[in-house]
């Protein structure tokens, strides 16, 4: 019988990127393919990357990862949403949680009973009828299969790579340490025929997956494929990260501050806390946001802080001939909202769909593109909102977002919601209605009226319907345990440093 030789996928680089697209190709076509993934120890990775969205847990179901090992392994916690303080105003804060707030009909989304039930007097916080935001709140977690508790993983980023890599080479996948100092193309075809190491070591393969973050060393420098700049959108452009010990108990959420020009972020792991702060360097200094981050965080430091430079925006293409860009190497969105290990798992997730098992089609190609273009786009909007609605007026950065040009999608969807508390979610979007309608409310946007279904429901009707909603959340809620002592029964981590913090 004649054996068909396997498929070479060189996969560049071993961040989080890297490793995900090992485990991911190596446990679905690991049979078909010869996967080796180079790394170079002398190339840090960018180190951060610690907040994840509910689709990861989904990822990690698909490959068929053991979640208690894999939340002890990287020192894990989990998350329920995102606290955002100081972003309409100072000294106002809300929740942008995971789940589902109140029971929608299929005219009108909850938020139009909710806005009646207001209107009447009868309702609470948008928030008292989401199981998720009140759990955070209340610093609680658990799993609760029955009724569907949507959560996401805080993550040690460096325990994660390593956590994949042990996945990933007993199903197959070769790893290759050694720097890329070359890449050769075919002159005809400008296809990527191999890489090549410091060693001499030449590295043949059908298909490279670029993971070489921020540098794109084969997407950018090899490829030429250029950049598409969204910093007139997004005018963040630099960070400064550093690790903390723990000071108290996990919480379930990560905390976002907006500061003068920028914002602080604060996860929660078992073993200490990261944190970082986001910034424009047209505002403020790479020292002044430095001296920013140590007035503001608690704990001990563990590491000093580190600058790390960044372009909001993403490739023109992110597949180019046989080069797909995964990972920073494709495009990076500030991450307030978590986003960036989200779009490598759909890359990925776009790449088995779309897998090129008989030769580059280029309509597969422009498929993958355009997906890929369009959920970025519909990130970044999402993004540019919480900066963009807003009433800070007290510093430069603030008057400079809120007066900022958006993108008309954006446009739309904050006119329709002001007008008529209306949210729609197209095909690709990440992001679903009770997010939108969360950050909008939460950035200070009152609809004008609500959707007549809610006027068909006098006032007692209405105070019941959202009286028990609230009623289950509230007796859900507190049946739950502390959020700590739930990771200590199910996930501890070996070595964990929380408790000598405490
Ligand atoms: C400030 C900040 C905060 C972030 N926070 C979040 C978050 O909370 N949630 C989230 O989802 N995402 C976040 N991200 C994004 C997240 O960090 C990345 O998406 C993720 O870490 C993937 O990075 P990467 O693997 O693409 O790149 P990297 O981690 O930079 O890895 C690049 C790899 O390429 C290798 N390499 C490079 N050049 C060569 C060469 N010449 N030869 C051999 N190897 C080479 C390196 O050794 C390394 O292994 C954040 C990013 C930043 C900048």
Redesign the pocket.
């Known amino acids: 019988m004649e054996r068909k030789e396997k498929q070479k996928v060189v996969i560049?680089?071993?961040?989080?990127?890297?490793w995900m697209v090992a485990a991911g190709l190596s446990r679905t076509l690991g049979n078909l393919l010869d996967i080796k993934l180079?790394?170079?120890d002398e190339?840090?990775?960018?180190?951060?990357?610690?907040?994840?969205i509910p689709s990861l847990v989904l990822f990690h179901r698909l490959l068929e990862i053991n979640e208690q090992e894999f939340m002890a392994a990287t020192q894990g916690t989990f998350k329920l949403g995102i606290a955002f303080d100081n972003w309409r105003e100072l000294n106002h804060d809300y929740i942008h949680s995971f789940g589902t707030t109140g029971k929608d009909h299929w005219t009108a989304g909850f938020q139009h009973f909710w806005m009646k039930g207001r209107e009447r007097g009868l309702a609470g916080d948008y928030g008292d009828y989401c199981l998720e935001l009140k759990a955070a709140q209340e610093n609680r977690f658990a799993h609760l299969p029955r009724i569907g508790m949507n959560y996401a993983y805080h993550i040690d980023?460096g325990l994660y790579a390593k956590f994949l890599r042990k996945f990933s080479e007993p199903l197959g996948v070769q790893r290759i340490e050694?720097?890329?100092?070359e890449v050769t193309t075919d002159p005809g075809s400008g296809d990527i025929r191999s890489i090549k190491l410091g060693s001499g070591t030449e590295i043949e393969g059908d298909l490279f997956i670029d993971?070489?973050?921020?540098?794109g060393?084969l997407i950018g420098q090899t490829l030429k494929v250029d950049y598409n700049d969204w910093s007139h959108w997004l005018f963040a452009d630099s960070?400064v990260?550093a690790q903390t010990e723990s000071t108290g108990d996990a919480v379930p959420y990560v905390r976002c501050t907006a500061r003068d020009s920028g914002w602080q972020w604060r996860?929660p792991l078992q073993h200490r806390v990261g944190n970082?702060m986001?910034y424009c360097s047209r505002y403020i200094s790479d020292e002044q946001a430095r001296q920013t981050l140590l007035e503001n965080v608690k704990g001990a430091l563990l590491t000093e802080p580190r600058v790390?430079k960044?372009r909001p925006g993403q490739r023109n293409v992110h597949w180019k001939n046989n080069c797909i860009a995964v990972?920073?190497?494709s495009g990076?969105i500030e991450?307030l909202e978590?986003?960036?290990?989200?779009l490598?798992q759909r890359a990925i997730i776009r790449l088995l769909q779309l897998f090129p098992q008989h030769g580059i089609n280029p309509v597969d190609v422009a498929e993958f593109n355009q997906q890929m273009n369009a959920e970025l786009e519909h990130i970044r909007d999402f993004i540019v909102l919480h900066y963009h609605v807003t009433n800070r007026e007290d510093t430069p950065f603030w008057r400079a977002c809120r007066d900022m040009e958006i993108p008309e999608s954006l446009r739309h969807r904050i006119d329709l919601f002001r007008e008529s508390g209306r949210v729609f979610r197209g095909p690709n979007e990440l992001f679903a209605e009770n997010s939108w309608i969360q950050v909008m409310l939460g950035q200070g946007i009152t609809p004008k009226q609500h959707h007549p279904s809610a006027d068909l429901m006098g006032d007692a009707e209405l105070s019941r319907f959202l009286g028990d909603i609230k009623t289950t959340v509230d007796r859900t809620v507190a049946q739950l345990p502390s959020h700590q002592a739930y990771v200590e029964q199910y996930c501890k981590a070996p070595d964990t440093r929380t408790a000598a913090a405490r």
Do not use: D, N, Q
């Open positions: 560049a680089g071993g961040g989080t990127a890297g180079v790394e170079s190339i840090a990775t960018v180190g951060v990357g610690e907040a994840t980023a050694g720097k890329i100092v993971c070489t973050g921020f540098r060393l960070a990260a996860i970082g986001v790390i960044f990972g920073l190497s990076f991450p978590s986003t960036s290990i989200h490598i």
